[in-house]
Each structure stands twice: as structure tokens, then as C-alpha cells.
């Protein structure tokens, strides 16, 4: 959510950044509701200090045996007044709330202008894009034809956008979770965190996915939900916490279970694991203070890419426009791998600032010598294991139809080499 401090500051400089989401201005209405909140806030202080002051003369009548009935009856009316403006001023504080928390974050300076995904800005890629003698296939041709992907099951189990895989398929999607997990360890210096994959509408809210994606996500009874992604527990780590400078950065990693309503296009990526309502992922989370986040934007970025080049998996990373960062971002990179069975890119992770936005939802702070700040908060896919299985599938086929497993993977499969 956005501070109304620095709305009140300089609300045209707000105005022009909202814009570039291509919302209307929104400081007229914003300070309007601040206003009048203030207001009241005023108005009710005045009238319980008056209340005070009445009660204080009540015990004054009293003690020198006079009749102070007139005085408690103004009191008892004065107390129904204040209940009232209070109600008022509570319904204009949750309404001014609300709108600070349903105005996207505010694009980094860095970030380009545009509609869509069209306008996003190619920062760089890596790898050269394999040759094939034959036609290569997709994910999902390759897993069918070798017996070890049944979409028709799983269909049969839960419905669409599942899957099952069994054997070696099954074997090589732990062991990249596996090497994942390990790497971000070992060379990236994150700390794995087991987590939950129930969590309560506050953490939901912190994060920024409730209310606004509460039709994307799946709710269970006792005001529990199931995490979209690992991302929603870890960053609640910094929820109603107060750091000192010395602890940050905080850079966690998990991997868990996600679950979306993953809709998608209409008629596309219907068959195979693009898109699923159940998949796995390895997140990583970074809490920092406001002056390295931006740092460690670029650390995380590329801590994903290193997945990648492990696997010798081509890539390219683009910088999304305003208007396709999700609506927490400051600034977002997201890495697409190269996928030959469909002849394009496709986004396999995702990595966000997302600034103070969280932060302020959380009451997630640090300690400076001017007092407590807001922390920052990150998050990026470290990656998606599905969409890395797709891609080592589809990147390593063989003419023959099986999959050379890559070499950092080997370890993790007691040194098979191939899937055929």
C-alpha cells in the first residue's frame, strides 16, 4: 500500500508515476478522504478532552457537595457523540485504507512505459539455440510417447490442468527441485525454510494477494487458504517485525507446493504442464533495506539465471513495462527459456521489487537514526520446476525420443545419463 505521507508531499509527482499504470489521477480524491479522516480525528480528540474535563468538574461538584447530575447527563451525551464520530471516522479511515491499498505500486524510474508485453525491453539472453535434425516435439509428445506423462489420469483424479508422471520423468522433476534447492545453498548463500502451505487471510492480505486475486486462488474452511506460491509465507517473515540494518538482507528460499485457478488464454497451452492449478516451485524471498533493494534485484536475478546456465538451458531476460509488472512491483525481470518444441521463449521465472508496498501492508520495518523505516521486500521464481522439467525435456531430446539428462542433474539420478 502506498504511504499517504508522501502523497500528501507532492501528489502531482504521484499523479504522473500512477499514470504510467494508466490510472487516472488519484491525489484529489486520496487527500479528500485524508481530509476529512483528519478531521474527525481532530473533532473527536476535542470532544473527549471536553469529555475529561466535564468528568474531572463531576468529581470536583461532588466533593464539595454539590448537585452534579446536569454535569453527568452532559457527559453521558457527549460519550454517545463521541461513539458516533468514531463509527464515522472508522468508516473513512478503512475507505481511505482501502483505496491505498487497490492503487498499484509506483513504476521505478528505471522501468519503460507500455500496454503490455509487446512493450517489455530485452536486457539480454544467453545460449545458442540447438539445431535439430527433426522436428523437435513438444513436453508433452516426448513424455506420452516414453510412457511416464498420463494427462487422461490425472484428468480422471482432479479434472483439468493436472498431471501425473511417473518413473524417470518423476525422478528427474525431484532431482531439478533437488539441485535447485541445493544450489541456491551452497553458491547463493539463501536459507531453505520448510513451510506451510495453509496460511490465514492476513498473510494473503500482506502479500497483496487478497483481496484483489481472491477469484485466482483456492480457499479451504477455518480462514485457510492454499499459497498461490512460497512466496506469501516467506515474505510474511518480515510481518510486524522491526529490524536492525545489521540483519538485513534476509535471503530465504523454499520448495513447495502451489495452487492456482490458472485460466490462462483461452485454448492455449490446454495440454501439457505450462499451465497448471497444482505445480511445484522453488521460491526465493529477500528482505533488504530501501537502499540495496534495487541491488538485490539484479543478485536475485541472477541467481535464477545461474539455474539455467547449470542446465544449458538458452534464455532471455526482459524488463517488463509498467503495465506488465504485477500490481506489487516496482520493477520486474522476468527470464523466459527457450522451449524449441514450440519454437519461442517462455517465461520460467519471474523476480520483483516490490519496494515498501508489502512492507506497509505488514508493518514491516527497520531502524535508522531518523527512526523506523519501511523494509523492502523481493521475490523471484528459483524457478518453476515444471516449466524447468519442460525445458530440460524439450531443450535435451534426442532424435530417438529420449532425453539426455544434463550433467548437474546426474548426481540427482545415480548417474543416469538418459531417459528412454
Known amino acids: 500500500m502506498?504511504?499517504?505521507?508522501?502523497?500528501?508531499?507532492?501528489?502531482?509527482?504521484?499523479?504522473?508515476?500512477?499514470?504510467?499504470?494508466?490510472?487516472?489521477?488519484?491525489?484529489?480524491?486520496?487527500?479528500?478522504?485524508?481530509?476529512?479522516?483528519?478531521?474527525?480525528?481532530t473533532r473527536k480528540e476535542a470532544l473527549l478532552s471536553a469529555r475529561n474535563n466535564l468528568s474531572a468538574k463531576v468529581a470536583e461538584v461532588k466533593r464539595s457537595g454539590g448537585d452534579s447530575a446536569e454535569i453527568i447527563a452532559e457527559v453521558q451525551q457527549m460519550k454517545i457523540e463521541i461513539a458516533k464520530l468514531e463509527a464515522v471516522q472508522s468508516a473513512v479511515a478503512a475507505d481511505l485504507h482501502d483505496v491505498l491499498s487497490g492503487i498499484p505500486n509506483l513504476p521505478d524510474t528505471s522501468v519503460p512505459y507500455g500496454k503490455d508485453e509487446n512493450d517489455n525491453r530485452l536486457i539480454?539472453?544467453?545460449?545458442?539455440?540447438?539445431?535439430?535434425?527433426?522436428?523437435?516435439?513438444?513436453?508433452?509428445?516426448?513424455g506420452e510417447a516414453l510412457g511416464m506423462m498420463n494427462f487422461q489420469w490425472a484428468t480422471?483424479?482432479?479434472?483439468?490442468?493436472?498431471?501425473?508422471?511417473?518413473?524417470?520423468?518423476?525422478?528427474?522433476?525431484?532431482?531439478?527441485?533437488?539441485?535447485?534447492?541445493?544450489?541456491?545453498?551452497?553458491?547463493?548463500?539463501?536459507?531453505?525454510?520448510?513451510?506451510?502451505?495453509?496460511?490465514?487471510?492476513?498473510?494473503?492480505?500482506?502479500?497483496?494477494?487478497?483481496?484483489?486475486?481472491?477469484?485466482?486462488?483456492?480457499?479451504?474452511?477455518?480462514d485457510y487458504w492454499l499459497i498461490p506460491t512460497a512466496e506469501v509465507p516467506l515474505t510474511n517473515f518480515g510481518a510486524d517485525r522491526i529490524f536492525s540494518s545489521k540483519e538485513l538482507p534476509i535471503r530465504l528460499t523454499a520448495w513447495t507446493q502451489c495452487f492456482r485457478r490458472e485460466a490462462g488464454a483461452a485454448g492455449r497451452d490446454m495440454r501439457g504442464m505450462l499451465r497448471q492449478h497444482q505445480f511445484s516451485k522453488v521460491e526465493m524471498v529477500t528482505i533488504a533495506s530501501p537502499e540495496n533493494s534495487?541491488?538485490?534485484?539484479?543478485?536475485?536475478?541472477?541467481?535464477?539465471?545461474?539455474?539455467?546456465?547449470?542446465?544449458?538451458?538458452?534464455?532471455?531476460?526482459?524488463?517488463?513495462?509498467?503495465?506488465?509488472?504485477?500490481?506489487?512491483?516496482?520493477?520486474?525481470?522476468?527470464?523466459?527459456?527457450?522451449?524449441?518444441?514450440?519454437?519461442?521463449?517462455?517465461?520460467?521465472?519471474?523476480?520483483?521489487?516490490?519496494?515498501?508496498?508489502?512492507?506497509?501492508?505488514?508493518?514491516?520495518?527497520?531502524?535508522?537514526?531518523?527512526?523506523?523505516?519501511?523494509?523492502?521486500?523481493?521475490?523471484?521464481?528459483?524457478?518453476?520446476?515444471?516449466?524447468?522439467l519442460v525445458a530440460v525435456m524439450e531443450n535435451h531430446q534426442q532424435d530417438d525420443g529420449s532425453i539426455a539428462v544434463p550433467e548437474r542433474l546426474r548426481p540427482y539420478m545415480a548417474g543416469q545419463e538418459c531417459i528412454g
Open 2 to 41: 502506498h504511504d499517504i505521507r508522501v502523497i500528501r508531499d507532492n501528489p502531482e509527482e504521484f499523479d504522473r508515476l500512477v499514470a504510467l499504470r494508466d490510472l487516472a489521477p488519484q491525489s484529489v480524491m486520496i487527500l479528500e478522504l485524508d481530509s476529512e479522516n483528519r478531521a474527525l480525528i
Open 156 to 222: 480422471q483424479l482432479a479434472g483439468a490442468r493436472f498431471n501425473t508422471l511417473f518413473g524417470d520423468l518423476a525422478r528427474l522433476e525431484r532431482a531439478i527441485g533437488n539441485f535447485m534447492v541445493d544450489l541456491h545453498i551452497a553458491k547463493h548463500g539463501l536459507t531453505e525454510v520448510a513451510l506451510p502451505v495453509l496460511v490465514n487471510s492476513t498473510t494473503m492480505y500482506n502479500t497483496g494477494q487478497l483481496p484483489k486475486f481472491s477469484e485466482d486462488l483456492y480457499q479451504v474452511s477455518d
Open 124 to 142: 539480454r539472453d544467453w545460449g545458442t539455440l540447438r539445431t535439430f535434425s527433426t522436428l523437435p516435439k513438444q513436453h508433452f509428445e516426448l
Open 294 to 388: 534495487m541491488d538485490e534485484l539484479e543478485r536475485m536475478t541472477d541467481c535464477a539465471e545461474n539455474i539455467l546456465k547449470a542446465l544449458e538451458i538458452p534464455y532471455r531476460v526482459m524488463l517488463l513495462c509498467s503495465n506488465d509488472m504485477g500490481p506489487g512491483a516496482v520493477k520486474t525481470y522476468d527470464i523466459e527459456a527457450w522451449l524449441p518444441g514450440q519454437d519461442t521463449y517462455r517465461e520460467i521465472s519471474s523476480c520483483s521489487n516490490c519496494g515498501a508496498y508489502q512492507a506497509r501492508r505488514m508493518a514491516g520495518r527497520m531502524k535508522t537514526d531518523q527512526g523506523n523505516v519501511a523494509i523492502h521486500t523481493l521475490n523471484g521464481s528459483g524457478m518453476a520446476v515444471g516449466r524447468t
